[in-house]
């Protein structure tokens, strides 16, 4: 497919309100005479929308060094195109979490940070696209306030940013952020809102096209628990509000500044449990807000609206996931990592005054990168060019070698307990806080060390989205692969109550399992992410699981070498700043338990050390399995999905309890469907 030809009508700011402490004062267009608009008058508006592209701007995997055509923002472009042949008037707008992902991402904030005048890479393919706003979701905060402000082009008014540097490049969009504020200003870090005057092309009542203009309003709202993942580079700089209190604050302010439409971009999910204004995925409350008219989704990772969704938040009360509607709010969700684009045709009508939505003909639909026959869209040429120099740097660094590996480090067989890309991680994050603590720490220098890690991949976005590093070299794309996030190493001091209440919630990851059912169980929840699967691996430390039993009652024979381990015995525990701020909300780790807050990087870190032990071996660094089911037979299968005909892999870890029943599983995503026997 050629280079898509991409059509911009007049997209024209009006005055907003610009209370963000960096935000480029608004200046008022001359607007184009035109003849006003009769009431009756009809026209559908797209909004079309991105979200959780983090950084992939190619379809390239960084961490296997080769193409991965199922992701990427250069093929979500040909379907955009296709969708702004089929609506001309259209809005494209992006959710967030667009910064940070990628081995691409981690080069240009990290390795070889962008100069002023430089422009993110995956900035420039979305000015390319012509993007006509855009939200900012929690992983916009992983880099630090100082690098956000400066490759949005804003300045900051907050502790950490120098105020005295010059404003440097951002993207050609507006960026909307209304709930999260300056401590040093009390206002909002980003312009709250934006006004855009949309000049479309719409039916008369007598059925003639006519030019008019929509005055669509867009608002964005991060997770209010930024606050905690990101406690070390926002705590005493920036504060939140909560989504709904937020948007009661400023739509009203939208209105009266003339807006038609209020779109919100809103980096979260659904959640009916009560509203707080802390809740990381408010959605559900924000369209029980008056003047909502469509809400754009994100930071789950999912798809909506999905038929076939069986993801709880999909299933709540008042959500429509067929129609894409959250308590009659036109609502969508577009995945991750461009697989798919947004689309609500808004079917609008002049009353007279203003432009309303006619629910009862707006659409709403996810679009895939993939065809039906399992191909996909060619990518966007264009892109690819506009970032070749990024990529092929990019490529270069990762490539350089840092130690060996005589084993395949693997999260295929995570979830049945192959521990292979786990325990070096666990090795690595143990050693720096026992070294941290015995330097700094003395009075902590008598309490055991433990450290926590999970399966980051674990095929939540597909048949390839696992971890697998291959016998021999070790280099730097493989330590991003064993680690994915940028987070900070941390130690939390819990008891062995708290330990095992951490274990404990960890085990949520699998459904309940009932040994009298004849019929096949899935083994895995697939509502408790392999990311918050924390495990330990240390010959100090056993532990066995019971899926029998329900959440909260699963871990039984903890022991910390070979003795039970004591409800108030200490631990110091090494963990990341997501988990130890709250991430995952886990029992007992809310940011108090700290005692080392590490500036390092775990990735980092885990670099260091590989480098330092020179080779790894198995024996050594992937065998130190810590915990095991409880044997239980069972009257029918217990199943799991994992990528297909890797079952040698899990032989190779002592993992001999599993069979592949099925290379593929017939859900038509590629999987294959395995057994475990858990009498054995």
Not at 248 to 261: N, Q, T, V
Not at 417 to 433: C, H, P, R, T
Not at 556 to 575: C, E, M, N, R, S
Request: charged share 15%.
């Amino acid at each position: 497919m050629p280079t898509p030809t991409i059509l911009r009508l007049f997209v024209l700011p009006v005055p907003v309100l610009l209370a963000a402490c960096g935000t480029v004062p608004s200046v008022t267009p001359s607007m184009p005479a035109m003849p006003a608009t009769s009431a009756g008058s009809t026209v559908t508006l797209a909004l079309l929308e991105t979200t959780d592209l983090h950084a992939n701007v190619l379809s390239y995997d960084y961490y296997k060094l080769q193409a991965e055509p199922s992701i990427g923002l250069e093929r979500t472009a040909s379907v955009i195109a296709q969708a702004r042949a089929q609506f001309p008037n259209n809005l494209l707008l992006d959710n967030g979490d667009t910064i940070q992902g990628t081995a691409l991402a981690d080069y240009q904030a990290l390795v070889k940070p962008l100069a002023c005048d430089q422009t993110l890479a995956i900035y420039k393919a979305m000015n390319l696209l012509k993007v006509d706003g855009g939200g900012i979701g929690n992983h916009e905060f992983n880099y630090g306030l100082a690098f956000l402000s400066q490759v949005t082009g804003n300045r900051f008014d907050v502790d950490s940013v120098d105020a005295a540097k010059p404003r440097c490049a951002g993207p050609q969009f507006p960026q909307v952020l209304a709930n999260v504020y300056s401590v040093k200003s009390g206002k909002p870090l980003f312009a709250p809102y934006h006004i855009i005057n949309k000049q479309v092309t719409a039916s008369g009542p007598d059925g003639k096209q006519v030019t008019a203009v929509v005055r669509v309003g867009i608002i964005g709202f991060a997770p209010p628990t930024i606050m905690s993942w990101d406690k070390r580079w926002l705590e005493g700089r920036v504060y939140t509000q909560g989504v709904r209190e937020t948007a009661e604050k400023y739509i009203p302010e939208m209105r009266a500044k003339g807006a038609d439409l209020v779109v919100a971009i809103s980096h979260g999910g659904l959640d009916n449990s009560p509203y707080s204004p802390t809740m990381e995925n408010g959605n559900y409350y924000l369209s029980q807000v008056s003047g909502v008219d469509a809400m754009l989704i994100g930071h789950s990772h999912q798809l909506f609206p999905n038929a076939a969704s069986t993801v709880p938040q999909f299933n709540l009360p008042g959500v429509d996931k067929v129609r894409g509607l959250v308590n009659g709010v036109p609502t969508v969700m577009a995945n991750l990592w461009g697989k798919h684009l947004g689309v609500i045709g808004l079917h609008l009508r002049y009353d007279g005054k203003q432009w309303v939505v006619d629910k009862s003909q707006t659409t709403v639909e996810a679009r895939g990168i993939q065809n039906a026959d399992k191909s996909y869209v060619v990518p966007d040429a264009a892109i690819a060019a506009l970032v070749a120099d990024e990529h092929a740097a990019t490529i270069r660094y990762v490539q350089t070698p840092v130690g060996s590996t005589d084993f395949r480090m693997s999260t295929y067989f995570a979830d049945v307990g192959d521990v292979s890309a786990i325990e070096v991680v666990n090795q690595a994050q143990a050693a720096y806080l026992a070294a941290f603590v015995k330097a700094n720490l003395p009075q902590y220098a008598s309490l055991p060390v433990l450290s926590m890690s999970s399966p980051f991949k674990s095929g939540s976005a597909g048949v390839t989205d696992y971890t697998d590093v291959k016998a021999g070299n070790v280099a730097l794309n493989n330590a991003a692969d064993l680690y994915l996030y940028p987070n900070a190493l941390y130690g939390v001091k819990m008891t062995g109550a708290e330990l095992k209440a951490w274990l404990e919630h960890s085990a949520q990851r699998f459904n309940t399992i009932d040994p009298n059912q004849a019929q096949p169980q899935e083994l895995v929840n697939p509502a408790h992410p392999s990311y918050n699967f924390d495990a330990i691996t240390s010959r100090d430390v056993r532990y066995e699981i019971d899926v029998t039993q329900l959440p909260g009652q699963r871990i039984k024979t903890l022991t910390y070498q070979g003795k039970p381990v004591d409800p108030q015995q200490q631990f110091l525990i090494a963990t990341n700043n997501y988990r130890a701020s709250g991430g995952g909300n886990f029992p007992g780790l809310d940011g108090s338990k700290t005692v080392v807050a590490s500036p390092d990087n775990n990735r980092e870190l885990l670099i260091a050390y590989v480098t330092e032990q020179k080779h790894l071996t198995r024996a050594a660094s992937g065998a130190a399995r810590s915990w095991r089911f409880v044997k239980v037979a069972t009257k029918g299968p217990v199943v799991f999905h994992s990528a297909p005909n890797v079952i040698a892999l899990a032989k190779d870890a002592g993992i001999n309890n599993v069979t592949q029943l099925k290379a593929d599983d017939g859900l038509g995503k590629g999987f294959a469907l395995y057994q475990v026997d858990l009498s054995k």
